[in-house]
């Protein structure tokens, strides 16, 4: 039991650290434009998603990473994945 504590009490903070972060820069999502603070559940930090602008996800030049919302990074790439599929 003391590991879960642990675990929760990190993950406590990464949330903090997470939060300073969004509020320091002003991140927005890359596809919707949104405060991805504003829209943060209050428990839960993996609704966001990291994108690769160039679709290569072995590129991690911080260049090519934006940070956007879960939701509409699975759009974005629905919307894709059915672009190609009417191509064929």
Not at 1 to 4: C, E, F, I, Q, R
Not at 14 to 27: A, G, M, P, S
Not at 30 to 49: A, H, I, N, V, W
């Given at each position: 039991?003391?590991?879960?504590i642990r675990?929760?009490?990190?993950?406590?903070?990464?949330?903090?650290?997470?939060?300073?972060?969004?509020?320091?820069?002003?991140?927005?999502?890359?596809?919707?434009?949104?405060?991805?603070?504003?829209?943060?559940?209050?428990?839960?930090?993996?609704?966001?998603?990291?994108?690769?602008?160039?679709?290569?996800?072995?590129?991690?030049?911080?260049?090519?990473?934006?940070?956007?919302?879960?939701?509409?990074?699975?759009?974005?790439?629905?919307?894709?994945?059915?672009?190609?599929?009417?191509?064929?």
């Open positions: 039991m003391g590991k879960k675990i929760y009490k990190r993950s406590l903070r990464l949330r903090e650290i997470l939060e300073f972060l969004l509020k320091k820069y002003n991140v927005k999502c890359y596809f919707c434009g949104k405060d991805l603070l504003e829209s943060l559940p209050k428990r839960r930090g993996d609704y966001l998603t990291i994108h690769h602008l160039d679709g290569n996800r072995n590129n991690n030049s911080i260049e090519n990473l934006v940070l956007a919302h879960r939701r509409c990074h699975k759009a974005y790439h629905l919307k894709i994945s059915k672009q190609k599929q009417d191509k064929n």
